[in-house]
């Protein structure tokens, strides 16, 4: 993996997210969903439009993890009003952590996550939250392993079906164990 870099993503990029964002989603949860409620979620979340919105909002950034010149996964994180939930100022939201499935288990996940942490970090938030599918052991464990714990539960629509996200948070300290902006 010595080829694989972070890059921050632009609108130049549109359709690269939209491809990476849409295959990542199907091979994540299309085993657990109807055919219907993916493709409604797929034309809606990663449509030209929303992702040229969400590419243009000053609140939010994703970055690409790129190994060889080729997209194998990505990162989306909110700060303040763009949250899709709490829009606390002291917060950061990692939305979207995705992997290609060929690259699952060699660190990539975690090497965006790491990015996630830099940037909450350079913004001094106090602390990093997210929501994560009940029925997603995998991402789940790797949020523990990371120091996140659950806090509360949300509703999360995926095409016309209800399902629950976990929500979990993780506290940011500096290195002196005080928290970023404090004194």
Do not use: C
Request: charged residues 25%; negative net charge.
């Amino acid at each position: 993996m010595t080829n694989m870099y972070i890059e921050k993503v632009t609108l130049n990029n549109l359709a690269q997210l939209q491809k990476i964002g849409r295959q990542t989603f199907y091979e994540t949860f299309s085993a657990g969903n109807t055919g219907e409620d993916m493709t409604i979620y797929l034309e809606e979340e990663f449509s030209v439009g929303k992702l040229t919105s969400e590419l243009s909002d000053s609140n939010s950034e994703f970055y690409f993890a790129i190994l060889d010149n080729n997209v194998i996964g990505y990162l989306k994180l909110n700060f303040g009003q763009s949250q899709t939930e709490l829009q606390e100022e002291n917060a950061l939201e990692i939305e979207r952590i995705y992997v290609l499935n060929e690259f699952h288990g060699k660190n990539i996940g975690q090497l965006l996550y790491d990015k996630a942490i830099q940037i909450a970090k350079q913004k001094r938030a106090d602390y990093i939250w997210l929501g994560v599918w009940e029925k997603n052991p995998r991402a789940i464990n790797f949020y523990k392993k990371n120091g996140f714990v659950e806090f509360d539960k949300h509703i999360f629509k995926l095409g016309n079906d209800e399902q629950t996200d976990i929500m979990m948070k993780h506290e940011l300290k500096t290195d002196a164990g005080q928290k970023p902006g404090s004194r």
